[in-house]
């Protein structure tokens, strides 16, 4: 498969895959389905460009604020240790930002959510707990990116 086939094929392009908390005409927050990490979003620019320079500079600057929004929102209603933001893009070449709570007993602490695991999964009480908070992210979520 070449390059241009997987941009015709992107994943990101269809915008109506995914747990979608709030879209809009630029943009869209997704909840990403990952069992030991509830409350990770990602944040997708709808068009498809590459990377932040392709962008203008207020596009960039809206991007922006929806991911700082998102993040305040985690950080927030989940009250993780630390929050981890990446823009990876080399498997799936569109923008987008990763915006993940990390705890310090989470299975990779301290490494990236992509390394591989150096410890096990936190309990699940634990990860029940954090679950239970998702409904009052996608609520705050919504609160800020609506105003």
């Known amino acids: 498969m070449?390059?241009?086939?997987k941009e015709v094929q992107c994943e990101l392009c269809?915008?109506?895959?995914g747990d979608v908390i709030v879209s809009?005409?630029?943009?869209?927050?997704?909840?990403?389905?990952d069992a030991n990490y509830p409350g990770f979003c990602r944040v997708i620019w709808n068009a498809h460009v590459k990377e932040m320079t392709d962008l203008s500079d207020d596009d960039r600057a809206a991007l922006?604020?929806?991911v700082w929004q998102t993040e305040a929102a985690i950080r927030e209603v989940m009250q993780p240790y630390k929050i981890n933001l990446a823009s990876l893009g080399?498997?799936?070449?569109?923008?987008?930002?990763h915006i993940i709570p990390r705890y310090t007993d989470d299975a990779?602490?301290?490494?990236?959510?992509?390394?591989?695991?150096n410890a096990s999964a936190p309990e699940v009480?634990?990860?029940?707990?954090?679950?239970a908070r998702l409904p009052q992210l996608r609520a705050t979520i919504r609160a800020k990116l609506n105003n």
């Open 90 to 97: 080399n498997m799936v070449p569109h923008l987008h930002w």
């Open 64 to 66: 922006m604020q929806v």
């Open 2 to 5: 070449s390059i241009d086939d």
């Open 24 to 33: 809009t005409a630029q943009w869209r927050v997704i909840m990403v389905d």
């Open 108 to 117: 990779h602490f301290p490494n990236p959510v992509w390394a591989a695991a």
């Open 14 to 17: 269809d915008s109506s895959r």
């Open 125 to 131: 009480s634990t990860l029940d707990v954090r679950r």
